[in-house]
Structures are given as structure tokens and as C-alpha cells.
T-cell receptor
Framework: ETGVTQTPRHLVMGMTNKKSLKCEQH?????MYWYKQSAKKPLELMFVYSLEERVENNSVPSRFSPECPNSSHLFLHLHTLQPEDSALYLC??????????????FGEGSRLTVL | AQSVTQPDIHITVSEGASLELRCNYSYGATPYLFWYVQSPGQGLQLLLKYFSGDTLVQGIKGFEAEFKRSQSSFNLRKPSVHWSDAAEYFC????????????FGTGTRLQVFP
């Protein structure tokens, strides 16, 4: 099992669809993140969960809805998306207790295309 | 405002040549600095980081970076580039013990010619 696994790797959806992205980490970390990666723009932090509580929500539109049922799983529920939401969505995890390394461990991303 | 600037969008080098990728930051507090690499179709992987101490830090895959506080820079270097180094490189800055506040640059795409 790789450290951080994201599914699906590719997703095409219409503007009226509802879909979900899934992230699973096998590293024993206690924090999980969703980032949006668009061409020629810095990575945008969307949501942070620490110990399963949301601690960061960077003014993300309500059409994106995160869920963290436990410290190993993170979901991003998508509904009524816009074409400009097409991007690579990256999940990451980290350990925020004990010895601090500051390192984020990323999954390979879910490439989302909104038609 | 806090920001990270990577002035070079795209760099092309020949295999075996030396490499320097630039990173400048603007940050109000003592910065923690990171370089990440993203190979095609992959997520980001940490190359190296600077928290304190020696301003020249060594990372994985033969990379190093030097923190220069007076220039607000954290440039990434490699003495001899390999074809497998072709990827996108991201510089990031954050505060102590606050990974969820990392600010990333826009990235530099490295192309390596044989």
C-alpha cells in the first residue's frame, strides 16, 4: 500500500452531477488536506482536517463539501460544479504531533474535468 | 503580504549540466522553507527543508538549497542533472509548526535534454 492513495485518478462530470473524491492514508498521520492545483497558479489549500476536525476552510465554494470520517480517510463531495473547477485535486497528510518534520505527504491526485 | 515567487516558469538544461532554481519569499515571521518535486502524473514529494541552523541544506536525489536571509531566497541547486530530474519543482514557505499554512510558489518546470 502506498502512503496516500486517491481515487479516482481521473473524473469527468457534467455541471449537474454529484460525485466524490476519496483519499486514504496508511501513514498513521493525524492531519489531512485537500489542495487544488491549476495550471500556472500556486497550490491552493482548500481544507484541513486535524484529528478529524475541520480546522481550515479557505473560502471554498459550498459546491465542494469535505468529509473526514476518521483519521485515515478524507472525501471531497462535488456537486453543481463549474468548468473553472477543472483541476488536479491533491490530497495530503501529515503528522502534527511528536517530532515535527513539517513534511506533507501527497497522493497522486484526482484529475477532474467539468464539462 | 506573504508570498513565494519562482521567477522561472520553465528551464531547460542538458544532462550533466548544473542546475539552479530560484525561489524568493516574503514572510513576516521566521520562515520554514521547503522544496517539493512533482514528477509527471505524480503527487508532490519533499526534496528538502530548512528550519534553522546551517543555511546550506542537503536533500534527496543529490539536491541542495541555500537559505539567504538577506536576499529572502532559498535557491535549489544540483551540480549534475540527470534525465530523471525532469519534473516540476515547487518552493514553499510556512510558519513554525503550522503545516496547514504553507504557501506554495507557482512552480518551475525542468526539462532535461540528453
Amino acid at each position: 500500500e502506498t502512503g496516500v492513495t486517491q481515487t479516482p485518478r481521473h473524473l469527468v462530470m457534467g455541471m449537474t452531477n454529484k460525485k466524490s473524491l476519496k483519499c486514504e492514508q496508511h501513514l498513521g498521520h493525524n492531519a489531512m488536506y485537500w489542495y487544488k492545483q491549476s495550471a500556472k497558479k500556486p497550490l491552493e489549500l482548500m481544507f484541513v482536517y486535524s484529528l478529524e476536525e475541520r480546522v481550515e476552510n479557505n473560502s471554498v465554494p459550498s459546491r465542494f463539501s469535505p468529509e473526514c470520517p476518521n483519521s485515515s480517510h478524507l472525501f471531497l463531495h462535488l456537486h453543481t460544479l463549474q468548468p473553472e473547477d477543472s483541476a488536479l485535486y491533491l490530497c495530503a497528510s501529515s503528522l502534527t504531533s511528536g517530532e515535527y518534520t513539517g513534511e506533507l505527504f501527497f497522493g497522486e491526485g484526482s484529475r477532474l474535468t467539468v464539462l | 503580504a506573504q508570498s513565494v515567487t519562482q521567477p522561472d516558469i520553465h528551464i531547460t538544461v542538458s544532462e550533466g549540466a548544473s542546475l539552479e532554481l530560484r525561489c524568493n519569499y516574503s514572510y513576516g515571521a521566521t520562515p520554514y522553507l521547503f522544496w517539493y518535486v512533482q514528477s509527471p502524473g505524480q503527487g508532490l514529494q519533499l526534496l528538502l527543508k530548512y528550519f534553522s541552523g546551517d543555511t546550506l541544506v542537503q536533500g534527496i536525489k543529490g539536491f541542495e538549497a541555500e537559505f539567504k536571509r538577506s536576499q529572502s531566497s532559498f535557491n535549489l541547486r544540483k551540480p549534475s542533472v540527470h534525465w530523471s530530474d525532469a519534473a516540476e519543482y515547487f518552493c514553499a514557505v510556512g510558519a513554525w509548526y503550522n503545516t496547514d499554512k504553507l504557501i506554495f510558489g507557482t512552480g518551475t518546470r525542468l526539462q532535461v535534454f540528453p
